[in-house]
């Protein structure tokens, strides 16, 4: 086994065989860069065929997460088939599958899995994006014909950036305000068809093109209103909101209990909205978990492509350089430029696994204990891993471009498209700073439940930490290991162990959560306007906080990744060990303030981290070539101009 | 006068009324965006258009450095165009004017600038981009023919990537080795003809066309090569360097000894080879000058259309707004997006004019004392400042459109157009990380003299410098006040007061410089690799000297344009200080490890600074409309759909 060969299957992790398959197999074609002057609508044309294409291998229904393993892929070269993929297979057909019964898995689902269903997910509205709970849309249920009247009874109410609904989708799933006897029961999802056989919009539908926008020109955005738009009360997903039919008798799923079973009455098998509300929203993870890994994948081409030129271009005779110019990746700037891109490339990775095999579990079933609990983490992580990936993608992906120079700025090397299209991923499947607080608030919510379950001991324990960490703090002085059991006896020692390096970061985490906790509690109660100005006033350190967690999570995630037993050759091994040593020392970097001003570092020891950080930069530079090559991204669906000599 | 109005005088400082007739004349149609679907055909000769419209105004021939203070204002709205006229009046005229001697002068400038004659600038080769020096491109004199043999001798040596020579140029002011009697004296520029008058390619002269670029579409970006083509010997731009005619009676310009006047002979007024290149270089700070100036006019325009949607659009309920959700420019995460970036383009804006004011003195002979040492602080002013306005326009837009959030992505609100259209200056006229080398080494030769010209007890009083800095970061706390004269007695007071605020910037400037200085005189002699690797290990330090500098002379430039005789009403007062305030806590916050680890900061006073930096945002809020309202960008050059309610 080659190195680049030992290294690409730690990356790949779980994942090793379907990933091979799935570049091997998919045709060069789908990811060959439109001509520069095609129109959008050969932009559309071509990404829906692409799309039929990849429907024709069958990927789309393999078993459990591997979609979302495999379709990250698509982020390395294509992604406007990417979203489009997202949009018809992840949350058209998923909120058929997720949030509908049987029905609608017989009758609904084969024709979305086999793109004679073309639908879209028709959530976000021109008032609303990331408010879900504020929609406007109204789907009121009329007893007498049975049906449901969706309606956008204002111009706020407008279905917004809807991906398939400018030109492909013949469904909406449409997510509004299920009203009942008058009585509001919240957001639910309903199936509207919105064009007919031949693309014309169906009357009182009003559909129109949001027209060009940045990048994803293969993409069909587009706008709906509803203007009493009737259809079947069974188009309801009734999952987890049900209408009990006013005539007929359509059988009722799910089964609920008979004392609620009145004629034309709403019922739920989930009593709280606010829950009911989460657990619909919980359809939304997938999608959130495979664009973090679609953009991660668009940074890691552009690290290829940008590692490989800088191993190809000279510039500047230089004594260092045996044969006149050097090579830019010579130079200390451009190395520190790159290196520590590809090493938090590495670490994501497997952070994006751990995800995947999260969802796996939540999905099958196979959680220990409180159901709801391990939703709303997988929810919180992917949350926060969307909003690190996607950031990861855009300013790696900008870096590369810039490390290319001009180069890197002609359309016929790729960066283009790849900042375009993936540019939208910072705000789109939730913005990312909405998505930070998400996770943020979650910690929150589970910091309060451990402080809440200590016994008296550990409440002392729990007291003694905050006033150690403040003492320390005014000290000035001070060292990692005194706030953490198990690492070694200093910063210097614990920044170059594995446990001292998890220790760091997760002492940084808790701490974080420990001082918002504090600052929170100071909320006067009973005066709302205060605690949400405190609130407001505590934002930067919340995101602070969420941020934190996903770096542990994710050095958790590598290091059990690239535990001894998965990666024994000695040369992967030392490499693997570099490139954890280059995470730690970067994030310790991007944050030594923090840990400056927390006493968690002294002065020299910073400057240390400053110092080491270069010095493994250069040591992992001779292996540059083989750290971007265990990406392992088939060269055909990349541009060649770059990396030919 | 208005709040918005007064604003607006301070930030137009010495131009302001060039640039208020600038805005009310140029029409709106320079700045209207193509059609989606317009083809790269389309964008060029439109373009093109727009240039004679603009030529027709006569502001190309505006007197003195008018036209670098007003065409910087055509990077709000219509970068294809700023660059075109950068191109065709910039660099072409201008390396005419600057190199040239009367006789270009009298046939060749009036041309250039009356748009009858396109032209060119074929510096950059595919081969050689930042290092000019290496150009590969000849022009060998034949003294039988009097001409000049222009030749690509390489494929290396094609140039690349230069502006009009895709369609418009007919002649190109080209870089090449000038070998006379055998003997290479460096780099000259050469008119070379390319096409004839119906566009066609002249013998000997191969175009490509560089094809679709990320941005910048209304640019014909191509490729020259030169296949043994001659021009006569008055073709050479002899400003600096001259070949004696070797037949007629052609007179010799500029005049030279007679004892030099031999027949067929190279001559220049400069002996130096080195000396004269960078003369010949010089012609490039215009060009950096005016990239700045534009980079930071976009980010102004995405400033105004993000913070505008910010006082527009509402998202999620909350105690703190009365009528329910909340504007999104209350949030605090919002504010620290954006109001930042709003102070630092107000600093920036200042430095530009003092910039500007520099390359006025420097053109017009008025500088006191050595013109080389005038020229080269000017060089590498004006490198500095091109590279952090361009990071600046970089980093800016992209916040601001992921502070749109979908709205941002659409093509229609000019994100796309804004970003794309500047990408590519953080790397072109001189990549940024070659331009902060430049000047951080062009500070170490300052360095070095300032040193040299001390007295025994200057000596004695860096030294001491040396070791009291050596000593407070040893002790790890310190204050800000041990270290600088006239600053107040403390960092706390010194963050609120002008002075101490300088001094804190001067004094890490300072620092660093003594830092670079220390570290580099540990080369060995005599040993140039390891001389090499040293530097190289130390690009870091530099780069960050560099940039400490440009942050300083930002801050004292915005501090003079805001004197208190300059801004005399109160309320404009307040708002201009709280600028001075939030740029300064910004640029600590961005930089607080390094004061920490240079026991310049306790870390209570670094926290402080976070803490305070949120503060001042707060309180720039209620002035967010009037901070952008004084950019004066006329709304007809910017999309009005996220500004209208």
Known sequence: ???????????????????????????????????????IEEHRAETWRRLEILASTGMQVLPGVEPVAAFELLGHANLSLFVKVGVQFGLFAGVVKNLGTQRHHDDVLPHALDL????????????????VQGLLTTA????????????????????????????????????AQLIVDGINHGVHCILVPIRDEHGAALPGVTITDCGEK?????????????????????????????????????????????????????????????????????TLVRGRVTVGGAGAAAARSALTLAVGYGLRRRQFPNPLAEDGDMLLLDYQAHQLKL??????????????????????????????????????????????????????????IQTCREACGGAGYMAVNQFANLKADTDVFTTFEGDNTVLLQLLGKSLLTQYARDVAELDPVGIARFVARQVTGTVVEHVGGGVVQRLLAGAPAN?????????????ILTDREQHLLDGLAQRLR????????????????????????????????????????????????????????????LYVHDVVFQHRAWFLEHGRLTPNQSKEVVRRRSALCAELRPHATALVDAFAIPPAWLPNELLDA
Do not use: W
């Open 116 to 131: 004679t269903l073309p639908g879209c997910f028709a959530m976000t509205e021109t008032g609303h994006g990331s408010d």
């Open 1 to 39: 086994m080659t190195l680049t060969e030992g290294l690409r299957e730690v990356l790949d992790g779980p994942f090793g065989a379907l990933r091979q398959r799935f570049r091997a197999e998919l045709p060069a074609e789908l990811f060959a860069p439109l001509p520069p002057d095609a129109t």
């Open 214 to 282: 940045l990048g994803l020109l293969g993409v069909d955005n587009g706008r709906l209103m509803f203007d009493q738009v009737r259809v079947p009360r069974t188009n309801l997903l009734n999952q987890y909101g049900n209408i009990v039919p006013s005539k007929g008798d359509d059988p009722l799923e799910p089964p609920i209990r008979a004392d609620n079973y009145r004629s034309g009455a709403y019922v739920s098998p989930i009593e709280s909205r606010n829950r009911r509300f989460f657990t619909m929203l919980g």
């Open 140 to 175: 009121t249920y009329e007893a007498d014909t049975d049906e449901l009247v969706i309606n956008s009874p204002v111009p706020a109410a407008r279905k917004e950036y809807i991906g398939n609904a400018a030109r492909d989708a013949r469904v909406a799933a449409t997510f």
């Open 522 to 581: 100071a909320a006067p109660k009973g005066d709302p306007v205060a605690s949400a100005r405190l609130y407001n006033e505590s934002q930067d350190h919340l995101l602070a906080a969420a941020e934190a967690h996903v770096e542990r999570i994710s050095l958790e995630a590598y290091l059990e990744a690239t535990a001894d037993e998965n990666a024994t050759d000695p040369e992967v091994r030392q490499i693997l060990d570099l490139v954890a040593d």
């Open 491 to 503: 910063a210097d020692k614990a920044l170059v162990d594995r446990g001292g390096q998890l220790a």
């Open 339 to 396: 290196l520590p891109l590809v090493a938090r490339s590495y670490v994501l990775q497997s952070a994006q696994h751990d995800l995947v095999a999260a969802l796996e579990r939540v999905e099958s079933g196979d959680f220990g204990g409180d159901e709801d609990h391990a939703r709303r983490e997988l929810e919180a992580r992917a949350a926060g891993l969307k909003a690190v990936q996607t950031r990861h993608a855009t300013d790696t």
